[in-house]
């Protein structure tokens, strides 16, 4: 946990920026990830900019248990808008430039007092909806939500659960339906 | 399929293939007429589905500008999705929850029912009840609804459990899991459901009724169909008699085309139905085709639609099982005792974690509160109002000359201003809902604002006096006998019924009238 500013190689190779960071030992994602360390180049924003939009995302949509590769996801979204959109980097500069220095590294409190000032701006509404439209579409935190993703290719839920639940009483027949196939099983 | 020549002036043109165009197209074909059906989408299939949430969004929405204005919530919350309507082969039907439910009686006669209300443009529908209960039976058939005919309904889902336990709790009395236009068992040459939950997307067994994989390729089948899709219609035009004479469209490759036409049916969904009637104005229709009333566009109808979501301390896991497969129909019903007009349906109700995300919750939510909900998502149910949305004549699809599509032809402009009436309805729906959660033992209950419309309906409505509408009882236009509007735009008023059974039935009453009138040659 904990994403970390690296400045000097990457950027004088090209990027402007990375996010890096080390998913946490037992973390759902670690068992998917070929490695638990990871990096993210930033094309536009830079390393010091992206630390505070991740900080950001992570006080939009806080989950304490979910990693912060998940977030570095929305970083390279809102730098991928800014890459194709002058206006947007300048709105996204500038909105992290308000934020301030301190931010990143600003306790949750002090950072949600910080969001609220700026919750009617352009600004925010851009960063939250690219957090909530980037963070929750990613398969990575599919797990993490219990969601299972597209099922046809299991044949759906029709024989795995979709009415398995059992602490409400069963419908009586008349509201319900058969469910066809079952009886095999 | 057939290959009609350009210059065939007996063929007949649907623009749009959807619940309307699709199916008014097998119904033309099947009889011996010439179709040619103009599609702005491209034609996917079961195979090409997208299942990635995002991705299929992409894949089967009208993503083209539109503009939007007026005090709805959803311009402020959805500044560039005013409306959720399709562009694919098959329209909305393959992205529709297939929800088959018939308007009511008294919905058919609003105007006479609900009396004269302030700020609402109602009319009562120019056809008998009767009527449309024949052409709804026979939708009922053509898209094997559950629980008519004979057909049994879906079996009830874990989420469904939770919202029947609760409706019955708070005293309901009609809960099942719906009239659904989704094979409980295989039928139609159809599979059947299997529960996947991904009925939004387009459904991969074919289980859920859409004209993509139903009515088109039957009528192709007929040898009487040319499908043109990644057509786009951009003007109807007509001789110096008044009369429809072609089509002109975008090819593929972006050239003008020009369809000559016997007769001309519109069924874009409302929006661009409109749009197109008011691109088409001419030395003789200076406002518009059909338009000498001013009334195309005018009182657009999107239902008040809300969602409401129960989070509770057990799990439910919503998303496994038929998106919309449960339904409360107490509250569809007139009764002013409860502070509006008109009734609404509590429809069963969930998304995927991307949608619900985005577009579930309001605008505003976001911190702690809105990470509690969301690692509750495994316990969540939800539950979609359906209302009755009062049509007002100021809220209408316009052109906005300030923004050009890739034709460089004026976008549509959406204005809606929310009706009292809708707000009453919505609060009362809204206090329902959380009710009938709480009576399930929710922890927590949140609401949604209005979301992006994907019922559009009333832009080009059937009216017996011309003066307040558009079309005629079969969707004929007033002012142009061979132009015919085969859409939700038709509609009189929206009911509190989603609206494509509604839309497949007057197509099939229409197809009749066609080709009635095509063989007496009075069109």
Redesign the interface.
């Known amino acids: 946990m904990g994403a970390s500013v690296i400045t000097g190689r990457r950027e004088f190779l090209g990027a402007t920026g990375v996010l890096t960071g080390m998913l946490a030992a037992g973390s759902p994602l670690a068992l998917l990830a070929p490695s638990r360390a990871w990096a993210l180049d930033l094309t536009t924003l830079r390393s010091e900019e992206g630390a505070t939009l991740l900080a950001a995302a992570r006080?939009?949509?806080?989950?304490d248990k979910l990693d912060d590769a998940p977030y570095a996801l929305v970083v390279q979204a809102l730098d991928g808008n800014a890459a194709r959109d002058a206006a947007t980097l300048v709105l996204l500069r500038q909105g992290v430039s308000d934020l301030g220095a301190g931010f990143a590294t600003a306790a949750e409190t002090e950072r949600?007092t910080m969001?609220q000032v700026t919750?009617t701006t352009p600004f925010f509404?851009s960063v939250?909806?690219t957090t909530?439209?980037t963070?929750?579409?990613s398969p990575l935190?599919?797990a993490y939500?219990?969601?299972?993703?597209?099922?046809?290719?299991k044949?759906?839920?029709?024989l795995r659960?979709?009415?398995?639940?059992r602490?409400?009483?069963?419908?009586p027949p008349?509201?319900?339906?058969?469910?066809?196939g079952a009886d095999s099983h | 399929m057939a290959s009609i020549s350009r210059d065939d002036t007996n063929a007949v043109v649907i623009i749009g293939s959807g619940a309307g165009g699709g199916t008014l197209a097998h119904e033309l074909t099947r009889r011996g007429i010439k179709v040619v059906l103009l599609e702005a989408g491209a034609r996917q299939s079961l195979a090409s589905f997208s299942?990635?949430?995002?991705e299929a969004f992409v894949q089967l929405t009208w993503l083209e500008p539109r503009t939007q204005s007026g005090t709805t919530t959803v311009v402020e919350d959805y500044p560039t999705l005013p409306s959720w309507t399709a562009k694919t082969v098959g329209g909305t039907t393959v992205h529709w929850t297939a929800a088959a439910l018939r308007t009511r009686p008294w919905e058919v006669s609003p105007r006479t029912t609900y009396g004269a209300v302030d700020g609402a443009s109602l009319i009562d529908w120019p056809l008998d009840y009767k009527e449309l209960l024949h052409y709804y039976q026979l939708a009922e058939q053509r898209m094997v609804v559950?629980r008519r005919n004979g057909i049994?309904?879906?079996?009830?889902?874990?989420h469904?459990?939770?919202f029947?336990?609760g409706a019955k709790r708070l005293g309901y009395k009609q809960?099942?899991?719906g009239y659904m236009a989704i094979n409980?068992?295989p039928a139609d040459d159809r599979g059947?459901?299997?529960?996947?939950?991904?009925c939004v997307q387009g459904c991969?067994?074919g289980a859920k009724w859409s004209t993509l994989y139903t009515e088109i390729p039957r009528a192709e089948a007929t040898g009487n169909l040319e499908l043109r899709a990644e057509c786009r219609a951009v003007r109807i035009e007509h001789g110096a008699d008044g009369r429809a004479t072609a089509v002109v469209y975008r090819d593929p490759g972006g050239n003008e085309q020009r369809q000559k036409a016997r007769v001309v049916c519109v069924a874009c969904n409302a929006v661009e139905t409109s749009r197109l009637l008011l691109l088409s104005d001419s030395a003789k229709f200076p406002h518009g085709l059909a338009n000498s009333s001013d009334q195309v566009g005018r009182h657009f109808c999107h239902h008040t639609g809300c969602f409401v979501w129960g989070v509770f301390d057990?799990?439910?896991?919503f998303?496994?099982?038929a998106t919309l497969a449960g339904i409360v129909l107490d509250e569809t019903r007139h009764d002013p005792k409860r502070g509006f007009a008109g009734g609404y349906h509590l429809e069963l109700a969930a998304l995927?974690?991307?949608s619900?995300?985005?577009a579930g919750f309001p605008?505003?939510l976001?911190?702690?509160k809105?990470?509690f909900v969301?690692?509750h998502?495994?316990s969540m149910a939800g539950i979609f109002l359906n209302g009755e949305d009062l049509p007002r004549s100021s809220n209408r699809i316009t052109l906005n000359p300030g923004l050009k599509d890739q034709f460089g032809l004026p976008v549509a402009n959406i204005h809606v201003d929310d009706h009292p009436n809708n707000a009453a309805m919505r609060r009362h729906g809204q206090q329902q809902a959380k009710a009938l959660f709480e009576a399930?033992g929710a922890i927590q209950v949140l609401m949604s604002r209005q979301t992006p419309a994907t019922h559009n309906m009333c832009t080009a409505r059937m009216s017996r006096d011309p003066n307040d509408g558009v079309v005629n009882a079969h969707g004929q236009a007033h002012d142009v006998a061979n132009l015919f509007v085969s859409d939700g735009s038709a509609m009189s008023t929206s009911s509190s019924a989603n609206p494509t059974l509604t839309i497949v039935a007057l197509a099939l009453r229409q197809a009749d009238y066609i080709e009635r009138q095509m063989s007496t040659r009075a069109i």
């Open positions: 006080t939009i949509a806080p989950h949600v969001l919750e509404k939250r909806a909530l439209a963070l929750y579409a935190v599919y939500f219990g969601y299972e993703g597209e099922a046809f290719s044949g759906g839920y029709l659960g979709f009415n398995d639940l602490w409400l009483p069963e419908v008349a509201d319900s339906g058969p469910v066809v | 299942q990635v949430p995002g559950t049994p309904g879906l079996p009830a889902s874990n469904f459990k939770v029947h336990y809960v099942h899991t409980s068992r059947m459901c299997i529960q996947q939950g991904f991969k067994t057990r799990p439910i896991e998303w496994r099982g995927d974690l991307p619900i995300a985005i605008q505003t976001w911190g702690r809105l990470g969301m690692e998502y495994r399930a």
